[in-house]
């Protein structure tokens, strides 16, 4: 039992070692590398707004990550998943604070998150994770002010005109 141990607890160390430097060292061309969502435009309280599209696993996974520059107040970015859920984000490698908006499948809004904070590193996931509580099927992610800007409400309905 104490060879095992002796062998683990190094090979722990190192996994977990590399790993954070993997996320820190990164190098520059991942970090900027762009994905080319396709666009679509949305409409809310009258308001007609440019957004992103993120359809696919991998657009999902990439999404907001390591983009630098925040979007602008009339535009966002639509997380679009298979089939309503609760679905999760966490803010790893997001740059900057942002309002999010579950959606159900007719556009109704079913949870929002005001100015959420990003991660400062990989172990603070409670701090920047955030969580429908009713199924969705889109999540709508913007700059932090969007909300607000839009007066968007609860009782707001998002209509999807082409995504």
Known sequence: MVRKITVLVPLIVASITLGILGLTF????VKNRNLDFSRGTIVINNHSISTEIAETPAERQRWLTFRTEQLPLNSSLLLVYDKPDLYSLWL??????????????SGNIVY???????????????????KNTIPSKYILAATSGFIKYHKITNDS???LISI
């Open 26 to 29: 990164i190098p520059e061309g």
């Open 92 to 105: 790893l490698n997001i740059q900057f604070n942002l309002d999010l908006i579950w959606l159900d499948n």
């Open 112 to 130: 929002m998150k005001q100015n959420a904070v990003p991660c400062n590193n990989t172990l603070d996931a409670a701090k920047c994770s955030y």
């Open 157 to 159: 309905k998002i209509k």
